[in-house]
């Protein structure tokens, strides 16, 4: 890891933490339905929510899919980049969308998906993901198609390169827009926010954690506007482990 790296066991207690899964807290697998949150990462995730500091998930999975990872935990979260939220207090809200203009275009982009076998379109209802990862040959194609997809369909969608994907995402989805909603509302108000993220997708949310004066953490390598740097999805076990440790003793016994 780069930098000092913050916040401190006093300092805990006024922090919001967010964070994004996939190459985040959870390891990049072949496939997504692969992916899992590491036994010590979710004991530590439980052990801040059971200390009053607020936590909330902030990714591009939908929230059906991030509680069935997340379990027994049921977390404030964010999905599809910021499509469809639930605050802290259980209430849903989802960006307001044509829901039968994105059907048609499921229908379109399954038709030209089978094109090229191989490449697996993850259907998320309110965005497509295409996967390329077991087929590095048809990233060329991939992005062909997005780059179609989101030309043609610009009112409703807009094209979200990824690890091994090109995604179309709702048009305003935002991860840095859904962490200034959770940041105007309790238990994360008047909180010092944290966000840790390692994608292109999540430098909308280091982008308003810096100007909320927060500490914004990138997992990995690749230019990034976050102030500090964790090596490895091993790493911010690590560290999430250094930081929840003192509760279990001196600050919180
Ligand atoms: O915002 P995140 O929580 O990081 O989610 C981003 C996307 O993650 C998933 O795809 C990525 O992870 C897969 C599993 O490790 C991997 O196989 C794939 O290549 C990656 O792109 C997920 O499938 C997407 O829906 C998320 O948007």
Excluded at 15 to 38: H, K
Excluded at 99 to 112: F, H, N, P, S, T
């Amino acid at each position: 890891m780069n930098g000092q790296c913050p916040p401190s066991a006093q300092d805990l207690q006024n922090c919001a933490f967010f964070f994004d899964v996939d190459g985040t807290l959870a390891e990049i697998q072949p496939r997504p339905e692969l992916v899992f949150i590491p036994p010590a990462t979710l004991a530590a995730l439980d052990r801040l929510q059971a200390v009053g500091v607020p936590i909330a998930v902030i990714s591009g999975r939908r929230l059906a899919d991030l509680d069935r990872l997340f379990e027994p935990l049921r977390l404030p979260a964010a999905g599809v980049h910021g499509a469809e939220r639930r605050a802290a207090d259980g209430r849903l809200r989802r960006l307001d969308l044509d829901l039968e203009a994105l059907r048609q275009i499921e229908d379109e982009l399954v038709q030209a998906c089978a094109r090229h076998p191989g490449l697996r379109l993850e259907n998320k209802g309110l965005a497509f993901a295409l996967h390329f990862r077991l087929a590095p040959e048809l990233e060329e194609a991939a992005r062909t198609l997005a780059e179609d997809f989101s030309r043609r369909h610009a009112r409703l969608l807009t094209l979200q390169p990824g690890k091994c994907v090109f995604e179309l995402k709702p048009r305003g989805a935002s991860k840095g827009e859904v962490i200034r909603e959770f940041m105007h509302e309790p238990p994360f108000s008047g909180r010092v926010p944290v966000f840790i993220g390692d994608d292109l997708t999540d430098e909308a949310g280091f982008q308003t954690v810096n100007a909320l004066g927060g500490h914004s953490f990138k997992v990995g390598p690749g230019e990034t506007i976050a102030q500090r740097r964790l090596d490895s999805v091993m790493a911010v076990e690590k560290w999430l482990d250094e930081l929840v440790r003192p509760l279990k003793t001196e600050v919180y016994p």
